[in-house]
C-alpha cells in the first residue's frame, strides 16, 4: 500500500486487500441508502433557500427606499454591504472552525474572548507607538501586524484553555468571560492613559461600524476571507474527521495537531479581519454555526460551513435593512444580535447541562 | 509483527509503563488482560499512536508508529479506545462510514459502501442506521464505533474493552466476529479484556500485565491456570474446564 498524498481530492482506493475482495459481494454498484439520498436532497434545499434569502436581503438593502443620487447612494451600500459580507463570512467560518476544533458546540471565538484579545492589541500598538507614528505607516502594514501580534497572542490563549484538552465546559465558559472582560478592561485602562489625540484616532478604528470602512482595509480583508474560504473547503473532508474527536481523527489517518494548529491560525486571522472592520460581534458566530447544523441537519462541514456564512450575511444585511427602513434606526444592529445570541447562548448551555 | 521494545510511559510522577517490551505473532486474537490501572489501556493507545511513549519504540512490520505519516498507518492498524464522547451529532451510518476514510479520503466508492453495509447488518444496526442518535445506549454506539474500525479493514485491530456496555448476545456475537476476522480474513487481533474468561474462550495468546509491566505472556492453556491468574490478580480464582475452554471461576 502506497501512502495518499494528504489531499481531499478522491484518493484511489488503496489496492484492496484479500479480505476488502471477499467481504465486499460482486453486487452492483452502491449508491447512498434512501434515507441518506433524502438527507442530501434536504441539504441542498436548505442552501438554496438560504442563499435566496441571503440575495434577497442584499437586494432590498441596496434598492429598497433608493432616491435622489441614485448613482452615488448605491456605491455607498454597495460597500456596506461588501462590508458585511466579508464580515458575517468571517465571523461564520471562524465560528464553525472553532467549535469543530474545540469538540464543542456552545463556545466560538467570541465568547471565549478573542475579538476583545484584538482590540487589546489595537490598543496596546497605539499606547506603545503612538498615534503619530502609525498614522503615517501604511494601514494595511499596520493591520498585517496586528493579525501576526494576534496569531500569536489567540495561540497562546488557546494553549492556555485547551492545552491538556478535557476541560470541563462551564469551567471553559467561565474562563471566556473572564478573558473577554479582562482584555477589555485592560483596552480601556490603555485608552484612558494614551493622550486625547491618540485616543480620537484609536476610536476611529475601532468604532468603524458598518458606515465607514476604509477601501484599502476592505479589500485585504476580503481577500483574506476568501483565502481562507477556499483553504477551508480544500480541508472539509479533514475537517469533518477532526470533528470526531483526537482519538478518532488520528486513527482515521489524519494529523490532527497540524490541522487544529493550522486552523487556529486561520481563526486568529478571521476574527482580526472582522473585529478590524467592526468591532466585536460576539455572540452572531454562536448563533449562525448552531443554526446553520440545525436546519442542515448534518455536521459536514461542506454543508454547514456554507450555510453559516449565509445565514451570517442574511442576519447582518437583513437586520441592517429592518433597522434602517422600518425602525428607521442607524446604529443598534449589534445590540440587537448579542441580544438575540445572547438568550440563544444561555438556551444552549442549559440544554447542554442537561444532557 | 507488532514489536514493543522498552517502551515507558510516565504521567507527572507516575510510571505507567515501566519499560514494556512485546512482541505480538501477526495473525491471531491476543488478549491483554490484568487488573485496573495495569497499563494495558496505556500500551494499547502508545501502540496505536495515540499516546506518544516516553521511551522505547513500537514498530509495526517494521513501521515506527512514532514516525510513520499517519495516513499510511490508518491503512494497516486500526484502534477503537475505551471513552468514545463524540461533540457532532452524527448517524450510525455515518460513523461507521469514517472508517473508510483513510482509503477514499472522504469520497465513498460502490465498494466502500458495501463494506459499510456489510458492518452494519453484522452488528444489527440496521434499524438505526439512518437515524441521528443523539443519546443512543451504549451498546449500540459501542458496536456502531467498532463496526468502523472493523470498516478500516486493516491488517491490525486494536480494541481496548471492546464488550464494554454490551449485553451478553451482543458480546458473545462481538468475539465471534473478532475471532472470524483473525480466522478467515487473516487480521491480527489484539484486545483489553476485562473478563478473563471472554479471553480465554476466544483469544489464542494472552499477554497478563501489571503495574506497568508485561508479567506473563502465553497461549491460552498456558496463562489459564490458577497460579498465573492468582499473581496477575491477586485473586484465588479456580480454573475449571469446561466445554473444551477453561474456565476461571472467582465469584465467591
Given at each position: 500500500m502506497t501512502p495518499s498524498p494528504p489531499s481531499p481530492a478522491p484518493a484511489p482506493v488503496s489496492p484492496a486487500s484479500p479480505a476488502t475482495a471477499r467481504t465486499?459481494?460482486?453486487?452492483?454498484p452502491r449508491g447512498l441508502s434512501p434515507a441518506q439520498t433524502a438527507a442530501r436532497h434536504r441539504e441542498r434545499r436548505v442552501l438554496a433557500v438560504l442563499a435566496l434569502l441571503a440575495v434577497a436581503a442584499v437586494a432590498g438593502f441596496c434598492l429598497i427606499g433608493l432616491t435622489g443620487d441614485w448613482e452615488y447612494a448605491l456605491g455607498l451600500r454597495t460597500r456596506k454591504i461588501a462590508t458585511m459580507i466579508v464580515v458575517g463570512t468571517a465571523v461564520a467560518c471562524s465560528s464553525v472552525l472553532f467549535q469543530t476544533v474545540t469538540g464543542n458546540r456552545v463556545l466560538t471565538p467570541g465568547v471565549m474572548g478573542f475579538d476583545q484579545l484584538f482590540v487589546l492589541i489595537q490598543t496596546l500598538i497605539v499606547f506603545l507607538f503612538g498615534a503619530l507614528t502609525l498614522s503615517s505607516a501604511d494601514p494595511r502594514l499596520l493591520f498585517a501586524g496586528q493579525v501576526a501580534a494576534m496569531v500569536l497572542f489567540a495561540g497562546a490563549l488557546y494553549r492556555l484553555l485547551f492545552?491538556?484538552?478535557?476541560?470541563?465546559l462551564y469551567v471553559l465558559v467561565l474562563a471566556g468571560v473572564v478573558f473577554g472582560t479582562l482584555f477589555g478592561s485592560l483596552s480601556s485602562l490603555a485608552s484612558r492613559l494614551i493622550n486625547p489625540n491618540d485616543f480620537v484616532v484609536l476610536q476611529d478604528s475601532l468604532f468603524a461600524g458598518f458606515n465607514q470602512v476604509d477601501p484599502d482595509l476592505l479589500a485585504l480583508s476580503a481577500l483574506l476571507v476568501a483565502a481562507a474560504a477556499v483553504w477551508t473547503a480544500r480541508l472539509a473532508p479533514r475537517l469533518d474527521v477532526v470533528a470526531l474527536g483526537r482519538d478518532h481523527a488520528l486513527n482515521l489517518g489524519v494529523h490532527h495537531a497540524r490541522v487544529v494548529n493550522r486552523v487556529l491560525v486561520v481563526v486568529a486571522v478571521l476574527v482580526s479581519v472582522s473585529t478590524a472592520l467592526v468591532g466585536p460581534v460576539t455572540f452572531l458566530g454562536l448563533l449562525v454555526a448552531s443554526l446553520a447544523r440545525q436546519l442542515t441537519g448534518t455536521f459536514r462541514h461542506g454543508t454547514v460551513l456554507p450555510a453559516a456564512a449565509l445565514l451570517a450575511v442574511t442576519v447582518l444585511v437583513g437586520g441592517q435593512l429592518v433597522l434602517e427602513r422600518v425602525f428607521t434606526m442607524d446604529t443598534a444592529l449589534s445590540v440587537i444580535i448579542n441580544f438575540a445570541g445572547g438568550v440563544y447562548f444561555i438556551a444552549l448551555l442549559i440544554r447542554e447541562s442537561r444532557r | 509483527m507488532i514489536e514493543i521494545k522498552d517502551v515507558t510511559k510516565r504521567y507527572g510522577e507516575t510510571v505507567?509503563?515501566?519499560g514494556v517490551s512485546l512482541t505480538i505473532a501477526p495473525g491471531g486474537v491476543t488478549s491483554v488482560i490484568g487488573a485496573n490501572d495495569a497499563g494495558k489501556s496505556t500500551l494499547l493507545s502508545v501502540v496505536s499512536r495515540l499516546v506518544p511513549a516516553d521511551g522505547g519504540t513500537v514498530t509495526v512490520d517494521g513501521m515506527d508508529v512514532a514516525t510513520t505519516p499517519g495516513d499510511r498507518l490508518a491503512r494497516r492498524l486500526a484502534v477503537l479506545r475505551q471513552d468514545n464522547h463524540l461533540s457532532v451529532r452524527l448517524t450510525v451510518r455515518e460513523l461507521v462510514a469514517f472508517g473508510r476514510f483513510p482509503h477514499s479520503g472522504g469520497r465513498l466508492t460502490a465498494a466502500d459502501r458495501d463494506l459499510v453495509e456489510e458492518a452494519i447488518d453484522h452488528f444489527e444496526l440496521g434499524d438505526l442506521a439512518?437515524?441521528?442518535?443523539?443519546?443512543?445506549s451504549g451498546g449500540q454506539w459501542q458496536r456502531a464505533h467498532v463496526a468502523m474500525v472493523l470498516c478500516q479493514d486493516t491488517d491490525y485491530v486494536l480494541l481496548d474493552e471492546p464488550l464494554n456496555n454490551l449485553d451478553m448476545r451482543h458480546s458473545a456475537q462481538m468475539m465471534r466476529r473478532l475471532r472470524r476476522m483473525a480466522d478467515d480474513y487473516g487480521k491480527t487481533v489484539v484486545m483489553v479484556v476485562h473478563d478473563v474468561n471472554f479471553a480465554s474462550c476466544h483469544s489464542d495468546t494472552i499477554v497478563a500485565m501489571k503495574d506497568g509491566s508485561v508479567v506473563a505472556q502465553g497461549t491460552t492453556v498456558e496463562m489459564m491456570t490458577p497460579e498465573v491468574l492468582n499473581a496477575v490478580y491477586d485473586l484465588d480464582i479456580d480454573v475449571h474446564e469446561i466445554g473444551g475452554h477453561r474456565i476461571g471461576v472467582y465469584f465467591s
Open positions: 465486499s459481494p460482486p453486487a452492483a492545552g491538556r484538552g478535557g476541560r470541563d | 505507567v509503563l515501566d439512518d437515524r441521528h442518535l443523539d443519546q443512543p
